[in-house]
């Protein structure tokens, strides 16, 4: 039966329209204007000439135009490429090593024939309830590195590639094992079963039976941690400035050590000038470029997952 | 002498005088032993099972276990002679460190920090709640496809940038007068913003760094970045609202106002209830790094929280604060849960 839409039904639908388009033009806004930024000249960056579109010029003469001069001072700063790659490093490699471990427990944990399943389950929901804090944590960074450096035959934790315990120790995620284990718990028996019986061993069940029947989840999960490991800072941060290992900055540290030092937008200016371009007044452009060459990755992929991670967080979530 | 009654599991032999394990108890004692044996055979039997656990346990142990006993930090004298920062050189300081900052010196620094987690965890439940209910309701109103995802597309996004190029981005965009123009978006505020002297001022200056702003400003950020991704979950439970409910709502006269109230509210309301208790939860567990990245000495009165001002200090009294700040929340999420479990049959955990 096709009815007549009444009146409230139009305003209803008008002001969802309207919502939803100003927010998000809201969410894009920002990123529209740092990429604008960064096709800027640096002194209409500085003097906060720019509102929509890239704005060249200096002193009384801005007018619309475009410059790639930022980027070529941060494709020319090696310190730039240095940071880029341990971002990499650590995405690509922590990634693997969270998924790895992951994985497997996860396919222990959705046995429920393991013995002492209730008392694994808890040791891993603990850690969500209680964080033993800043302090206690990095300590344990240090002893831990210590003794890394140790096995390695060093001396302390500074003399090795910080960017390692980077890898292992951070990125932990417990919600992630947990979405993973429901899903693997939703597998059919009768499949693992059939495999078995053709003599499967556990970890051919895992490979050839498991894994392919969770792949949405898996690259959610995936999703999860690779973000995570490529926005990663605050640790990062602590770590390799505790160990004065400015070469294991991932560079999410670097816009922040630029934004800091070289440029006043957070109050906090010590006009260090420890970054090559600083002293020739730039600094401001370039770290927008930074910004925009540290999301990049992120929009690449983006597009391509965004169907998967609607589905996995709405089927691990909630478990009744 | 006095006879133990023990017929139960002993039998004595008469003749020479000497006990021996009942014919009952030596069935006992074999299933007792058995036990341990089965449980034994099943471990061994299922040894790659515990294989696959060791790195996921290990990992956790070493970095979510072993910091853990870096809380006894909390009740050791930092300042003991020699320590040099080892904690374990440290003399014990009983409760010394929890009165310092309870009742002590720097109780005037712990409270106003509790005291800003709180408001700030509190603001961002008020306003960071409803509005993923909101759009996914707005969503829910949109029949072309197109539109729809091309809006989620972008309002997901957010969540994906990391705290650092969220905070810069805030920052540029709220800069104050440089070069005699204000940042783009402090520029809007200063037009259609209300027009007075102190708010005024702030922008000029840069408003991130000022006190009364900065709650505003962290929940605006954090709506931003969550409100679009967090709307996941409520879009699920709103689109599985049967259509028939809808028509059936029609043809009794409903208008949009009265379906929202008797049909689809209804039908969410389990899922919401749910996240409430989540968000309820980790109420106290406001996300440190991005207020590490925004705290400055303007805002700090409005901005520090326990964990930032933990950090700063690094010694025995931080570690005690940052420990009474998360037992608390523990106690909420462990509260809420068992809420949750006994009001909605749902648990969490």
Known sequence: MKRKMEISELIFKIVAYVFLIVFALMCLYPLVYVLAGTFSSSDAVLNNKIVLWPVIGGEGSYRFGFT?????????????????????????????????????GAYALSKKRLLGRHGFNFFLVFTMWFAAGI???????????????TIVGGQDWGDIDLKWLIV???????????LLRNSFEGVPTEIEEAARIDGATEMQVLMNVYIPMSKATIATVALFFGISRW???FWAYKVSNAANQSYSWPVQVLVR???????????KFNGDNSHEFANQGIATSVLYSFIVLSIIPILIIYPFIQKYFAKGVNMGGVKE | MFKIKCDDFLTCDEATGTYSMSAEQQVRDQTEKNRWKNIGLTILKDWRLYLMLLPMVLVYVFWRYMPMTQLLGAFKDYNTPGANGNTENMKWFGLNNFMNIFVGSNANLFWPAFRNTFIIAFYNLLFGFPMPIILALFFNEVKSNVVRSTVQVLVYLPKFLSTVIVTSIALILLNGKSGGELGALSKI?????????????????????????FRSLYVITELWEHAGYDSIVFFAAVIAVSPTSYEAAQIDGAGKIQQMRYVVLPSILSTVVIM??????GLLSVGYEKVYLLLSTGNMSASQIVATLANSWGDGKGIAAEMTNNLIGMILVIGANTVSRKAANVSLY
């Open chain 2, 189 to 213: 505020i200063a037009v259609f913003g209300p027009n007075n002297e102190a708010l005024q001022n702030a922008l000029n200056s840069g408003i991130f760094f000022e006190a009364r702003y």
């Open chain 1, 168 to 178: 292992l120790a951070m990125g932990m995620n417990a919600t992630n094992i947990i």
């Open chain 2, 276 to 281: 409430l208790i989540m968000k309820i939860g």
């Open chain 1, 68 to 104: 790639v001069d930022a980027f070529k001072y941060a494709f020319g700063y090696n310190m730039f490429w240095v940071s880029y790659a341990n971002t990499i490093f650590v995405a690509f490699i922590g990634t693997i090593w969270c998924l790895v471990y992951s994985i497997l």
């Open chain 1, 231 to 233: 926005n990663g800072y």
């Open chain 1, 257 to 267: 050590d630029l934004i800091d030092n070289e440029t006043d937008i957070t109050g």
């Open chain 1, 135 to 149: 302090i206690p944590t990095f300590l344990n960074y240090k002893a831990t590195g210590d003794a890394l450096a």
